[in-house]
């Protein structure tokens, strides 16, 4: 019989991206026992995962003292073989499973020490690099006690022991994406989506100011939720705002159909350390869709994506609204970069081969 698996997030909606669509459905269809605690409304199962909840309150101070406490009891209760979880504020739990006698997985997906730089909420550079260097200290060495640490990208794998790293990229799965029709929604002109976190490091805003200098030759599409309501208050003050159809946050597979009957996706990162070598889920999905893309124009995106997309200055409204207009106007660059978009992931982008990979990491530990 093969190990019980539980994944464990206190920080990541019930049916995230990678989480449960990815990882966890994979590992239901591999015959393995599988539980996601994670913040939800009850426990059920759905696709073969066993959903254990937990409370869905999400602010800081309650994830860190109550949340993490909470994680860690019912943990203990499913009685897994193998723990894997995604969130660093749950190094601690880790650390307690460990010292159980537990296998446990810590799962990367941001380089955090160089994320904490970005947070506002730390009030100044000095707080935020001091924080930023104590979390690095304690991440590697507290990574050094886990068995397996699986990271979304080579830069983040860097950071940590070779002999134990796995590498699980954040590519679509083609399957789903494929069984999906577009969405039975009349455009007028043409649509540029965006579809994730709406966050100001993300530049949406910077996307919204470009509707201003196209006139309303283009509509944006916004899926996805709201980092706080007062960035919501600033997006919806721009004069391009009477552009963009919010959509609000959408199950994953819809999010899909509305791709399909978009004309151009676009991803706007900011340049801040943690972005430029990041390998986000979106462009992938935009790839999948056969859709051309506007990008932020980082070198190492360049390098991944090249011959998928035009490049821009994520941080310039009108460079971002020239880059549109100048897609708009190609049909056949648009009809390129989609369908380059589209062989590449079919080709070495995809999840089908990327589970490959976390099952056999599980398979390792299981012979241990």
């Known amino acids: 019989m093969k190990n019980k698996i539980c994944h464990i997030s206190t920080a990541h909606p019930t049916y995230d991206t990678r989480i449960y669509h990815k990882e966890c459905r994979t590992i239901a269809k591999n015959g393995y026992d599988i539980y996601l605690l994670i913040a939800n409304d009850k426990d059920e199962i759905s696709d073969g995962v066993k959903i254990a909840h937990l409370p869905k309150e999400n602010g800081r101070f309650y994830r860190f003292f109550k949340k993490r406490k909470i994680a860690f009891k019912r943990a203990v209760e499913i009685n897994a073989d193998i723990y894997h979880f995604h969130d660093p504020e749950l190094i601690p739990v880790g650390l307690k499973l460990k010292k ?4 446990v997985i810590y799962d990367v997906h941001e380089d955090v020490p160089k994320q904490i730089l970005t947070k506002e909420w730390l009030k100044n550079d000095f707080v935020r690099k001091l924080v930023s260097n104590m979390f690095n200290r304690y991440e590697k060495k507290s990574s050094k006690k886990f068995d397996k640490i699986v990271c979304v990208s080579e830069e983040i794998a860097k950071n940590f022991n070779t002999n134990k790293t796995v590498i699980v990229r954040n590519f679509p799965i083609i399957s789903d994406i494929d069984s999906i029709k577009a969405v039975d929604v009349e ?16 530049g949406i805003k910077e996307i919204i100011d470009a509707l201003e200098f196209l006139k309303g030759e283009v509509q944006l ?5 709201w980092e706080n309501k007062y960035y919501e208050e600033e997006c919806m003050k721009s004069k ?5 159809k919010y959509f609000g946050l959408i199950p994953q597979k819809q999010a899909y159909s509305y791709m ?11 340049p801040v350390e943690n972005h430029v070598t990041a390998l986000p889920n979106k462009p992938f999905e935009y790839m999948a869709c056969e859709l051309p893309m506007i990008m932020s124009n980082f070198e190492y995106w360049n390098s991944v994506f090249k011959g998928c997309f035009l490049g821009t200055d994520p941080k310039n409204p009108e460079d971002i609204a020239k880059t549109i207009e100048k897609l708009l106007k190609d049909k056949e660059l648009m009809k390129e970069l989609g369908q380059n978009g589209r062989k590449f992931v079919l080709e070495k982008y995809s999840w089908e081969s990327e589970g490959k990979v976390l099952i056999n990491a599980y398979k390792e530990l299981e012979n241990d």
Request: aromatic share 14%; hydrophobic share 40%.
């Open 221 to 225: 599409w916004l899926l996805g939720k």
């Open 260 to 270: 399909k009957q978009s004309d151009i996706g676009i991803v706007n990162f900011w």
């Open 240 to 244: 391009g705002w009477e552009y963009v």
């Open 187 to 202: 455009k007028e002109k043409p649509i540029v989506i965006y579809a994730g976190g709406l966050t100001k490091i993300r």
């Open 100 to 103: 159980l006698g537990k296998k």
